[in-house]
């Protein structure tokens, strides 16, 4: 019997002889399914055409940038996510909606398996795997790239061979990835991790401003929701952002990651509006937490970013994360003030009508409200066990 197969589909060169192989190899019926995450592609009636033409019984194209914004970015920007501290996560931030899309595809057309492109050296099986499992346990994950051993030369020749429309070249040396969140290029000279990365690779953070702006950013419950005080969703805020940001030539990261199958990686990436709003959201929150909070908060990001990474979007401490992180933005609303000038982009004012910054408490003049008297039997008790230690034991060692 045929078997039904939903394959993400990205109209490249892999996923387009992946529709072939697992047709003639497998004898399966290919449902090519391409999300529409705010990648720059081809346009996406060109690209159902080319899952036609590469033998796919059907081609759907999903447009889930709203939803991609909504319900991935903003999560993760609440969450301040940077996998190692530096990356905000793109590529691992639309795998898990890509999944969701392809097991409702399976469902809906009645397909016993999903499919991907991935290699089997990258996070995004990984991702593509473990999120289908947690949402459909029944599926058969088929992973063709992991199965046929050919190289991306001999991809080329069966794209010709089988007549399935390509615009694979020689130029196209990198591996890139992109959406709303940002843009990742890896391999060709920048696998020697020395090498400087050619400019050409460079697209959303092209310097194109040599002046100086200020731009305004409007939070409200940690979400972001205008700029310069126009209000704006979350798609428009990131698009917008991405634009404005880029122009200035900031955003760009270049550095050596450590991937979930145990490989160090070369990674380059330009994030403009995802790292600028991660900036501004998180200065804002300097006003808007209470200490422990913030720094409690502080402490589950890197795990909240590892755990994205690692493809456990859909998994029990993700969720409770989640609400952990929902329940922590109820008062970061206010506005953050960046300052951006060629290769640069940084905070110069933050505001909240929920501010915990009081300004009689800080100030030194005379508007001073602090009650100095205070502190000074604060301060003895907050010292007194490290007197009585310096009086029985430390202050002998330091005589000694
Ligand atoms: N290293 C990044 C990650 O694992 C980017 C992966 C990009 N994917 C790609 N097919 N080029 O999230």
Redesign the pocket.
């Known amino acids: 019997m045929t078997k039904r197969v939903v394959l993400a589909y990205s109209g490249g060169l892999d996923t387009s002889v992946a529709v072939r192989w697992m047709t003639d190899e497998m004898g399966a019926e290919v449902i090519a399914l391409a999300v529409d995450v705010g990648q720059s592609s081809d346009d996406w009636e060109v690209v159902r055409e080319r899952a036609k033409a590469a033998g796919a019984v059907d081609a759907i194209v999903v447009d889930a940038r709203e939803e991609f914004a909504e319900d991935f970015c903003a999560p993760a920007l609440k969450a301040n996510a940077l996998y190692e501290g530096r ?1 905000p ?4 931030l639309s795998r898990p909606l890509i999944v969701k899309h392809l097991v409702e595809t399976a469902r809906y057309h009645g397909a016993e398996a999903v499919a991907h492109g ?1 290699t089997g050296k ?3 099986q990984v991702r593509f795997e473990v999120s289908t499992r947690a949402l459909d346990p029944d599926l058969e994950v088929i992973a063709p790239v992991r199965h046929w051993g050919m190289t991306r030369e001999d991809c080329i020749h069966y794209a010709y061979d089988h007549d399935i429309p390509i615009t694979a070249t020689k130029e196209k040396v990198y ?3 992109d959406n709303l969140w940002g843009r ?1 290029i ?1 391999c060709g000279e920048m696998e020697d991790p020395w090498n400087v990365p050619p400019p050409g690779v460079w697209l959303l953070t092209k310097l194109r401003s040599t002046d100086e702006r200020d731009v305004v950013i409007g939070f409200d419950g940690g979400r972001p929701v205008s700029i310069d005080g126009e209000p704006l969703g979350m798609l428009e805020v990131i698009d917008r952002l991405n634009d404005i940001v880029g122009s200035f030539g900031w955003g760009r990261l270049d550095m050596v ?1 450590n ?1 979930r199958v145990g490989i160090k ?1 070369r ?1 380059t990436y330009e994030c403009p509006a995802s790292l600028a709003l991660i900036l501004a959201h998180k200065d804002l929150e300097s006003i808007c937490l209470e200490r422990d909070l913030d720094r409690e908060k502080a402490r589950i990001e890197p795990r909240y970013a590892e755990l994205v ?1 690692d493809g456990l979007w859909f998994s029990p401490l993700k969720q409770a994360f989640d609400a952990f992180v929902e329940s922590s933005q109820e008062f970061v609303t206010g506005d953050v003030r960046l300052h951006l000038s060629p290769g640069s982009c940084s905070v110069t004012g933050r505001r909240s009508p929920h501010s915990l910054y009081d300004y009689g408490l800080a100030t030194y003049d005379a508007a001073d409200s602090f009650r100095h008297q205070d502190s000074a039997g604060f301060v003895r008790l907050w010292g007194l066990g490290i007197e009585t230690w310096a009086q029985r034991q430390g202050a002998k060692r330091i005589k000694d």
């Open positions: 990356y996560l793109v590529s691992a991935c990258g996070n995004d591996s890139i990835d990742a890896e990651e991937r990686s990674e990474y």
